[in-house]
């Protein structure tokens, strides 16, 4: 096991609702990134937070947001749920190191994923 | 945008056979990752190429980076029932972003 949690494991919504999802990242680390992954498809960026801050997102509307708290853990929110949404929504946890900028990008280590279906 | 593509989709093989999966990126990359995915599971790390040219080799599987660091290679060498799921590669961009590729999974004939 990778020490990433994710909750719910799965959820069930509506077109229009709003949803959040959690992640405990390793400790250790200070890096989440957050992942879509439809059914047979690889997992697609949706961003990534370093030290409590956005540092890079994917081609997702605004409607995605997220959140780092100071213990690493963080949230995905997406509001005005569509058809389209339903996936497996995976967190990674990683350790970057600084030195100047963010530079080295280590492993990745996955969470279980949450699996969201809209209806 | 930047783009990391990945051939085949799919592999089938009899057991024994050889697998290899390749990606290729439109822009140079820092690294290059590599991950397992379990049918239903969740991506695993298996390495990570940093170098130009650089050859990893774990048990029975072979990584490569290219010189240019624009493609990379996993190859696998008598496959056996375990190794089933699907590959990723994972590029590093200059946005210290991971650019994933769309997987090549790996089916064993029965």
């Known amino acids: 096991e990778t020490g990433v949690t994710q909750s719910p494991t799965h959820l069930i919504k509506t077109r229009g609702q709003q949803v959040t999802l959690r992640c405990s990242s390793q400790?250790?680390?200070?890096?989440v990134s957050w992942y879509q992954q439809a059914l047979g498809q690889g997992p697609q960026f949706i961003f990534q937070?370093?030290?409590?801050?956005?540092?890079g997102r994917g081609n997702f509307p605004p409607r995605f947001s997220g959140l780092q708290f100071p213990n690493y853990s963080s949230e995905l929110n997406v509001n005005a749920l569509e058809l389209d949404d339903s996936a497996l929504y995976l967190c990674?946890?990683?350790?970057?190191?600084?030195?100047?900028?963010?530079?080295?990008?280590?492993?990745?280590?996955f969470g279980p994923g949450t699996r969201l279906t809209v209806l | 945008g930047q783009q990391v593509m990945q051939i085949p989709q799919y592999q089938h093989v009899q057991e024994g056979e050889d697998f290899t999966t390749y990606c290729n990126s439109s822009?140079?990359?820092?690294?290059i990752q590599w991950y397992k995915q379990r049918p239903g599971g969740h991506p695993v790390f298996l390495i990570q190429?940093?170098?130009s040219g650089e050859v990893k080799k774990q048990k029975r599987l072979t990584f490569q980076f290219g010189e240019a660091k624009k493609n990379s290679s996993l190859h696998i060498t008598a496959t056996q029932t375990t190794d089933v799921g699907t590959y990723f590669c994972?590029?590093?961009?200059?946005?210290?972003?991971?650019?994933w590729g769309a997987g090549t999974k790996l089916i064993i004939k029965p």
């Open positions: 990674a946890s990683s350790f970057s190191g600084l030195a100047g900028g963010l530079t080295h990008v280590n492993e990745q280590f």
């Open positions: 400790s250790g680390h200070n890096t």
């Open positions: 937070y370093y030290r409590e801050e956005e540092n």
């Open positions: 822009t140079t990359l820092s690294n």
């Open positions: 190429l940093v170098k």
């Open positions: 994972a590029g590093l961009d200059s946005n210290y972003q991971l650019i």
